[in-house]
């Protein structure tokens, strides 16, 4: 099996930044996709932002140019880099894990965008 923890939310002030990071750890294989997707109150969970183990990217509109998705194979974390963060941006944010075998999601981290 595999798991996925994420870690890095917090409490933000509009316009500044924050690193989400998500570590897969388990029976991890070599050929898989790691996403970020958030849920705001209210809503669906959404696709923000997704990478390949080859490092391929797909970026939901709205959020591209203010959020980066990278991710380092030695170690199975994914990142997530979130800056210019807006109010509408507050959500929690969930990690998902996904190859041929597993789709598998961490608990999620709440992000909060208020002054």
């Not at 969970?45 to 980066?68: C, H, M, Q, W």
């Not at 963060?85 to 992000?111: H, M, S």
Request: aromatic content about 10%; charged content about 15%.
């Amino acid at each position: 099996q595999v798991q996925v923890v994420e870690s890095g939310g917090g409490l933000v002030q509009p316009g500044g930044s924050l690193r989400l990071s998500c570590v897969a750890s388990g029976n991890i294989f070599i050929i898989n996709t790691m996403g970020w997707y958030r849920q705001a109150p209210g809503k669906q969970r959404e696709l923000v932002a997704s990478i390949t183990s080859s490092g391929e990217t797909n970026y939901k509109d709205p959020v591209k140019g203010r959020f980066t998705i990278s991710r380092d194979n030695a170690t199975s974390t994914a990142y997530l880099q979130i800056n210019e963060l807006k109010p509408e941006d507050t959500a929690i944010y969930y990690c998902n894990y996904d190859d041929f075998r597993y789709v598998v999601w961490g608990q999620g981290t709440q992000v909060t965008v208020s002054s």
